[in-house]
């Protein structure tokens, strides 16, 4: 029996929980400890891998068995790819080991960080290292939000690069510039877990449309559908919007583009063009299905097929038992989103700036006058020369790359 057709069977496991696919999630640095943590509360097998214990122990819904420290067991990587990279290689083995275990039955497993992070930063290396097992990979990463500084963005720049060419499936891409708009009233402790949430049931809620008993199939979206599009490749986005009033090509078209492009959670930005292969599932109520005409269904999927200029469109049909209607979508095939160019924007300003201001700093630093205390020097001038720097001073990974110079190379890439 090859993997592919055992982890199908296993699927099994993931029906009985009202699911359609047994995904696994692996969350790399706090942010994604947090997402898979969140995953957790929803049943899903989850492991959380961080450089740093501190933030494994804030993981408190996961057991001991869940979480991993990796790289050196002394150190964060403090904002550093480099460290952060070096973590992961150092424990390949470990984690190997434990992701093989803990996710042997999985058909799918996410793999999230925040791409800003030293270590989420290193996603690409982990999916790379993990994709070798044959593990079907999807990447979910967090691009940082407006207001963190330009280390997080050109962290993040870098991050998608690498992403863009490793080995996994689909990049799933978080805007926290939105979840910070949209759950901006949360608490500050309630907040990062809010907008875990947001994504976990968005994504559970796709997982579970051709297996929820509430809805009755008229046009089955089919679990391999679901599969298929969620491992086509590029990235990928998804959402759902509720529909108002009658079901046609304009209340439906105009949804789809919603999703598309005002996402409240995944980076957007796209041309409907750009679009190589969606699903569409409707579910509305009985009433509200009575009383539209087949051609409504048809006709939305002419439009897709119109706007998107030919890309291969999957659809479905549900009869809910209660009175609300909502079109959900997933969309694959796509380039990176404009998000992605506006953060290499800021993240080139910004850095700019900070690199003028780390000049200027140093200019500013300038020796007293003591000559009006009338002493001779006590210690010679030039003491201290030639000696190896302290320690501090080798850990300071602020320094580690030119931050202007690592922009450029995006920027020119
Ligand atoms: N969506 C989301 N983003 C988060 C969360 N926690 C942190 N982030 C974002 O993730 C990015 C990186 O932060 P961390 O996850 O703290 O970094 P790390 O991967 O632990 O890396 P180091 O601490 O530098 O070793 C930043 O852009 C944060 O805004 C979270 O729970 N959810
Ligand atoms: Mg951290």
């Not at 907040?191 to 929820?212: G, K």
């Not at 509430?214 to 529909?243: A, E, M, Y």
Request: charged share 25%; hydrophobic share 40%.
């Amino acid at each position: 029996m090859t993997d592919e057709t055992k982890r199908t069977i296993d699927a099994a496991y993931a029906l009985s929980l009202g699911r359609t696919l047994h995904v696994g999630v692996i969350g790399l640095g706090q942010c994604g400890g947090n997402i898979a943590e969140a995953f957790a509360r929803r049943e899903y097998p989850a492991l959380a891998l961080n450089t740093s214990q501190a933030d494994l122990r804030s993981l408190s819904h996961l057991s001991d068995g869940q979480k991993m420290v990796i790289g050196d067991e002394r150190f964060g990587s403090g904002g550093s790819l480099a460290l952060g990279g070096e973590a992961i290689r150092h424990s390949g083995e470990k984690i190997e080991e434990a992701v093989l275990r803990a996710f042997e039955d999985v058909e799918l497993v996410l793999v999230a960080g925040g791409l800003g992070g030293g270590t989420g930063g290193n996603l690409a290396e982990l999916v790379n290292m993990l994709a070798a097992h044959e593990l079907p990979i999807v990447a979910v990463g967090a691009l940082p939000g407006d207001g963190e500084g330009h280390r997080a963005k050109t962290n993040a720049l870098w991050a998608l690069n690498e992403l863009v060419e490793s080995d996994a499936e689909a990049i799933l891409l978080v805007d926290n510039e939105k979840l910070f708009e949209a759950h901006a009233g949360a608490t500050v402790t309630s907040f990062m877990r809010e907008c875990n949430e947001a994504l976990v049931t968005a994504f559970d809620q796709l997982n579970r449309i051709s297996n929820d008993e509430r809805l009755r199939s008229i046009r089955t979206f089919d679990p391999n559908d679901l599969r298929q599009i969620l491992r086509f490749g590029g990235v990928t986005i998804f959402g759902s919007r509720p529909i108002e009033g009658a079901l046609n090509r304009d209340t439906l078209g105009s949804a789809f583009a919603e999703i598309l492009n005002q996402n409240e959670l995944l980076a957007s930005g796209f041309e409907a063009t750009d679009v190589v292969t969606v699903g569409s599932v409707i579910a509305a109520s009985e009433r509200l299905l009575a009383g539209t005409p087949a051609s409504a269904f048809e006709d939305y999927i002419r439009e897709i097929k119109r706007v998107t200029q030919g890309a291969m469109h999957r659809t479905g049909l549900y009869a809910t038992d209660g009175k609300d209607s909502r079109l959900y979508v997933i969309a694959a095939g796509l380039p990176l989103p404009s998000r992605t160019r506006a953060l290499l924007g800021e993240a080139t300003e910004e850095s700019k700036t900070f690199g003028t201001k780390k000049q200027a700093a140093r200019g500013k630093l300038k020796k007293l006058d003591l000559s009006a205390l009338g002493m001779p020097a006590p210690v010679p001038s030039d003491a201290g020369k030639g000696a190896p720097p302290p320690a501090h001073v080798e850990l300071d990974v602020a320094d580690e790359v030119d931050d202007a110079d690592v922009v450029e190379a995006v920027a020119a890439d």
